[in-house]
Nanobody, 120 residues
Framework: QVQLVESGGGLVQSGGSLRLSCAAS????????MAWHRQAPGKQRELVAA???????NYADSVKGRFTISRDNAKNTVYLQMNSLKPEDTAVYYC??????????????WGQGTQVTVSS
């Protein structure tokens, strides 16, 4: 089994910063792509940022230049540094990891979600 634990959410004023972390543990052979998604009230879940095992990056247009995704393969952890936060960034943020628990067993896992609230 694989477990994901997120941390780092909270309440921040507009223009502030937060750093989210998502650590994976359990039966892990290899972590492939890692990503952050978010879901605001009444809206669909959307991709915020993704990073491949090789370091290829992908960002939603709405966060380009403000958010940075990174990974530490030794710690099985993905981070999301969020700067210049805006009220419209308010949402529950979820990490999503594509993990091989063995050489041939692959699965997709979600974190429990962490609330980010940006006040104006």
């Amino acid at each position: 089994q694989v477990q994901l634990v997120e941390s780092g959410g909270g309440l921040v004023q507009s223009g502030g910063s937060l750093r989210l972390s998502c650590a994976a543990s359990g039966s892990i052979y290899r972590i492939n792509a890692m990503a952050w998604h978010r879901q605001a009230p009444g809206k669909q879940r959307e991709l915020v940022a993704a990073i491949s095992r090789g370091g290829r990056l992908n960002y939603a247009d709405s966060v380009k230049g403000r958010f940075t995704i990174s990974r530490d393969n030794a710690k099985n952890t993905v981070y999301l540094q969020m700067n210049s936060l805006k009220p419209e960034d308010t949402a529950v943020y979820y990490c999503n990891l594509d993990i091989n628990s063995s050489r041939y067993a692959q699965g997709n896992y979600w974190g429990q979600g962490t609330q980010v609230t940006v006040s104006s």
